[in-house]
């Protein structure tokens, strides 16, 4: 096992290199990069402070247009007077000493721009996923056990015409009906919790972060909940059928015994796949339930950074899903072993 687990953690790094290198080049020959934005600022008159102070150096008449000089100056600034590799090396380097670099809009450390935008991925993300886990297996278990039964048929109704309903159309009918849009104003809309947060008693506190979360947390979980439920559900369905189930059966074992403790844990298996994504949830973001429920975000800050060509910044978050996302994948396979120990992946 710690031979498998050393060589995955050495395939990562090929790996990181060719996905940082594939955007680097891609982000790098898009139209529109900070220079040409800066330089736009500039001749409508929302040059920032470095711009302004190499325009004034140069002498550049902004109702004339932007000097040569002025533009070589914030091509050197923002490193852009170097070979697209040459720039690419460095920001390796960079990277191996974790230093992101800085960004071009917000103009602090990425990592200082990311952390602000965390919390609230990181709070849905985490509350996302356990919830669909913990009620998906439970209901899929459910369902399983009372197969074509009047609840099965109920559930399953509801879970269909949950999943047909995008989670962005199903925040906008939330927000008209309940959150202060046409009929009732039971929920707020925007920011964490109250304005008078810090003031509430320990409870209080965690009532009020419930009352925000309701709303946002529904259509965040409503993606993955109808999928989830009825893999499980049908992941079940198909270990009782077999051989080792019928066995137990006929020595006598009852129902309870043969679902909960002889069919779910190889049930379990293909519901694994997903656990090492637990990880990547901690920079999980939508940009449409973030813009919808006034929430700042990593989605949002993504789209924004994009918008802006903050390569950086886009880079800085590139990179951290990539490293979640390839510990995920290997937290996963440990996983299988845990379920199922004649899984050996030597």
């Not at 990181?122 to 056990?145: E, H, W």
């Not at 809309?189 to 320990?202: A, R, W």
């Not at 109808?226 to 074992?253: C, H, P, Q």
């Amino acid at each position: 096992m710690f031979t498998y687990i050393l060589r995955r953690l050495l395939i990562m790094i090929p790996t990181l290199i060719g996905v940082t290198l594939v955007t680097f080049i891609i982000i790098n020959l898009a139209p529109g990069s900070p220079i040409e934005q800066k330089i736009q600022q500039m001749k409508f008159g929302g040059m920032g402070k470095e711009s302004s102070a190499a325009g004034n150096a140069s002498g550049a008449n902004k109702s004339s247009g932007v000097s040569e000089e002025v533009i070589m100056a914030l091509k050197k600034q923002y490193g852009f007077d170097k070979p697209i590799h040459v720039r690419y090396w460095i920001w390796l380097k960079n990277i191996s000493r974790l230093d992101f670099g800085e960004s071009f809009t917000y103009e602090e450390p990425v990592l200082n721009v990311i952390t602000s935008k965390f919390p609230v991925s990181l709070q849905f993300g985490i509350i996302s996923l356990i919830l669909s886990y913990v009620i998906c297996i439970t209901l899929g278990v459910v369902k399983a056990v009372k197969h074509n039964s009047t609840f099965d048929f109920i559930t399953s109704f509801i879970l269909i015409a949950l999943y047909s309903i995008p989670g962005f159309m199903l925040a906008i009918l939330l927000i008209v009906y309940f959150a202060g849009g046409s009929f009732f104003s039971w929920f707020p809309i925007g920011e964490l919790y109250s304005d008078n947060y810090y003031d509430l008693s320990f409870w209080a506190k965690i009532l009020d972060r419930i009352h925000h979360f309701i709303l946002p947390l529904i259509c965040y979980m409503i993606g993955s909940f109808t999928v989830l439920t009825m893999l499980m559900k049908n992941s079940l369905l198909d270990e009782i059928k077999k051989d080792y189930i019928r066995t137990a059966r006929a020595k006598g074992v009852s129902e309870k015994a043969v679902y909960l403790k002889h069919a779910l844990r190889n049930a379990l298996i293909p519901i694994v796949t997903g656990i090492g994504g637990f990880l990547a949830v901690f920079f999980a973001g939508s940009l449409l339930l973030e813009s919808i429920f006034q929430l700042d975000g990593i989605g949002l800050l993504s789209f924004k950074s994009i918008l802006s060509r903050d390569y950086n910044v886009i880079m800085g978050l590139l990179f951290i899903e990539s490293v979640l996302l390839l510990i995920g994948n290997l937290l996963s396979d440990m996983a299988y072993i845990l379920v199922d120990p004649r899984i050996n992946f030597e």
